[in-house]
């Protein structure tokens, strides 16, 4: 009996380290600027975070938008249109100190963006967006399921850098 | 006039989003919408879009121009001030023609000119105030899709189905002295 007190009680613990280990891990990592600039670096278990949210506000669980459902039928097409379409530039707009750029790279929408010295590039999964699309009700959107769509990505998601300044990253491990 | 010529390319993207069906054949092809203003400062923009997408924004776009004006199905109504029944019989007239200067209008500094080139109607427009000058080239079977509809009705889906399947190369190019706007299929 003890033995299966003690096989029981080890269970546990062992069933949700590994749980950690097989979930996906957003990684926020913070650089601060200048040769001494800290880093920080915090691995987010999104099944944790998703599990988090349920005990969160209700603003914070739900996202309305419900001026966006009539458009909904036509979200999902653009998706599967844009994936398969043919990898390039889809929008590029240079003004003086400032350039957008998306671009269709295999099932990725690179966005790039240049302000001043500030330098943003994101990446989107069109998978994660069909996801998103799909968890949309008709009102709004679940902040979990957004959660499980950002699990979609594979690398990079978010960087930003500035020239001398803090630079943040956050990518899906 | 640099608003004019940016919102007159705006509006012909509109028109071209707001197609309805585009032929399989456009599948492979893609729309190009370019802005460039002069100067080291100007701005530039440059849009390319797979026409199949931008089949389901033109259903969008359709959706948002029958709230806007009234009517329905894929004919819009244009209200009395302009006699579609009679540019459609003007229009049967003219294209019979061949290449012409087909209108001809000057107010205070402004002049519209509208003519026919080969398969080609040409819009050029000028303004003395602000030195500005535009020119916009529409496909003669353009036109004629437009104007197939009934009675006061302009058939803006035909005409935009027309454009989309059936047009290769530049559909606008709208400039004047700091903005150029073109608007091509390839």
Known sequence: MPTKLI???????????????????????VREGGPGGMRIIVPVPLALARVALSFAPPEARYIQVPEIAEYLPYAERLVEELRGARDGLLVSVEERDQTVRIRKVGDMLEVHVVDGDELIDVTVPLDAVLDVVRAYDGRGFDTRDLLRAVGRADGDLVHVRARGREEVKVWIW | MRKQAISTAALATALLLSAGGVSAQSAARWLHVRVTESGDNGTRVAVNLPLSLVQVFAEIAEDEIRKELSGGGSHFHLGHEIQIADLRRAWNELRAAGDAELVEIEENDQRVKISRLADKIIIEFSERGNDSNGRVEVPVSVVDALLSGDGEELNVRAALDQLIANTAGEIVFVEDQRTTVRVWIE
């Open chain 1, 7 to 29: 096989v029981g009680f080890l269970a546990l613990p062992a069933i949700f380290l590994g749980l950690l280990l097989s979930a996906d891990y957003a990684v926020v990592d």
